[in-house]
């Protein structure tokens, strides 16, 4: 007979605490993590999160015994801290899965579940009561506020509504979620959903700035309402300016790389003096150089000075790197270093963001440590009011505008566009003259998880995008490269494609009923089992494209080219083909009745067993085509001489 844990004391002789203890804490935890572990790869969400429920928060029968004694293990030995444990890692086991199987509004439910425990009234064991009064103080704890911090920006959770007031920190979660995944002391499945969705915070920002930028440089945007992704307001696009005009990337990376040779025959020591002229070099105003310099020498001449006379390697420039980092921005772990303190208040956070840039380029390893270091300047701020904080704000996206722009993988160049006679080159006051272009370097976005319906992206440069499952329903897509992109399963339901770049994309699945690809690029894209059902793709390139499976049925392909396109298998029924181009096409087992092929050109085009009962063939070329099997009748526009021909050659009338 099931056990249930939640009858009374009188009702149930073998509630939690009459049980003897089957397993030591640490095994129960196992127990328990293990079944979540289980449940999660083997039953559909719902399901999931009804087990979770069952075993943690709802009043409701637990079936399995041995989950019965691992929980009874915990109040046996009252160990609050193992119970505790074991829940939050269990929230994250939920929390990652749900995430990767984009099923994020399951993670929405968990978080009103637990939300909804502090209210509850209802009679429990004395056992239970325990476990419940854990789970309150769970709720209560700051592990919770953390999750649901870190939860927020992928279930849209408002945090004034479920929690604390939003905090201006909330912004920046990116960097408190790097901090988080390194963490030994966090579970592997919270380590590895924050390095997940830092990941995603980070290439949202940079989608979003790069949209922001080719937006806003748009002649269009003077009547649109654009969404800027910085703090920085109207002077986003002016700052993009003059950071991309006074200080070049491939100067900085190429400078890193000539230091880097220039210094590799240095002892240890040498190298110190060679670093605090690298890092400081025109990077601020004369005016700090000289106390920057003076206070980082401080700093460098004692740094591991028992290696100085040794030969200069990866270790020790990695090293240097790493304390030099901390130098800049928090020295001793929890408060602001001088460094900080000295640019930021000398109204200099452009060139403190240069400063940590230049170091991050000669060791990329550091980046992580800089970004964790970040975290903690956040969180040394975070308890100040927004309004004290506006400066380290400022700093703060600044440094996001730099390092997004510098080192991520879409290039911004300034191109003129008007002529003025100057020859002052970029300088601050003809920028004006000059727009900003993003260009993607071997680009791999990660989309997927954006909802995109209706959005416009027109123009912009997607090359290599990873949109697979993307929600881009009525999406404004003209002129857009997407080449080599990944919409396997992506909906583009009714998008506007027209002369878009697709040539080699990967549209498997994906849904284009509705579309608009006309004049699109899709040559050698694959399009195998996609819906493009009622999609228009006149004049459209489809050469050499994977179509096999492919629902076409009443769309429009006027003029289109499919030339050695696969069509097997596919339904083409009602299409308008009017004076395509279909030689060496495979079409065989394709449905093709009641087609509109109009001075189209079929020859040398395989047709076995494909159906064109109905089909309108004024005019059609079927020079050389293959027509085994192929069913015809009713046929519009065909000579009996022609009919001869084909029955001849195996068709079926």
Known sequence: MTRNIFQSDSQQSNSLDDRSAKFTPSEAHDVICDYMLTTIKTRSPDEVLSRFKQLFIEEDKLEDSQLVDALNSFVKFREKQEFTHTLKRCCYILINNLHASRNSQYVLELIKTFDRVIDSNSPLPPSWNLIRTWIVSFVESSDYQDLKNFVSPIIGLDRQKFGKEKSWSHRYTSYLLVSQSLDANNSEEQREFSRSLSKQLRDRFKFDLAMYTARSESPASRSQTLTNPTKLGNAAISLIKQIVSKHNLFRYAEQARLWLESVENLNYKEFKKQFQDYAILSSVEDSLTQALKSKLSEKLDTLYSNHDLEPIDRDLILRTCKRSVEFFTIENGKDPSLLFIL???????????????????????????????????????????????????????????????????????????????????????????????????????????????????????????????????????????????????????????????????????????????????????????????????????????????????????????????????????????????????????????????????????????????????????????????????????????????????????
């Open 343 to 653: 640019l930021t208040n000398g109204g200099n956070p452009i060139a403190l963001a240069i400063i940590l840039l230049k170091i991050v380029l000669l060791c990329d390893s550091t980046r992580t440590h800089l970004e964790i270091c970040i975290a903690k300047l956040i969180q040394y701020y975070e308890n100040y009011p927004e309004s004290e904080c506006q400066w380290f704000i400022n700093f703060l996206e600044i440094f996001n505008l730099i390092f997004t722009i510098y080192t991520e993988n879409i290039r911004y160049d300034l191109v003129k566009v008007t002529d003025n006679s100057s020859n002052n080159g970029h300088s601050i006051e003809h920028l004006e003259g000059y727009r900003l272009f993003c260009q993607a370097q071997g680009l791999k976005l990660k989309l997927g998880d954006r909802d995109l319906s209706g959005a416009d992206l027109s123009g912009a440069d997607l090359r290599r995008a990873e949109l697979q499952n993307g929600k881009l329903s009525g999406a404004k897509l003209s002129q857009v490269s997407l080449h080599g992109a990944k919409l396997s399963d992506a909906d583009l339901s009714h998008a506007d494609l027209q002369h878009t770049n697709l040539s080699r994309a990967d549209l498997s699945r994906a849904d284009l009923s509705g579309a608009n690809l006309a004049h699109a690029n899709l040559r050698g894209a694959i399009l195998k089992g996609a819906n493009l059902a009622g999609a228009d793709l006149s004049n459209a390139d489809l050469d050499c494209a994977d179509l096999s499976g492919v629902n076409l049925s009443r769309s429009i392909l006027r003029r289109a080219s499919l030339r050695y396109a696969n069509l097997s298998h596919a339904n083409l029924s009602y299409v308008d083909l009017t004076r395509a181009q279909l030689n060496h096409v495979n079409l065989s087992h394709t449905n093709l009745t009641d087609t509109f092929l109009r001075h189209t050109n079929l020859s040398n085009s395989v047709l076995v067993r494909a159906n064109l009962t109905g089909a309108n063939l004024f005019s059609t070329n079927l020079d050389d085509a293959i027509v085994n099997g192929t069913q015809f009748g009713g046929n519009s526009g065909l000579s009996p001489q022609v009919k001869k021909y084909l029955i001849f050659r195996g068709a079926i009338f």
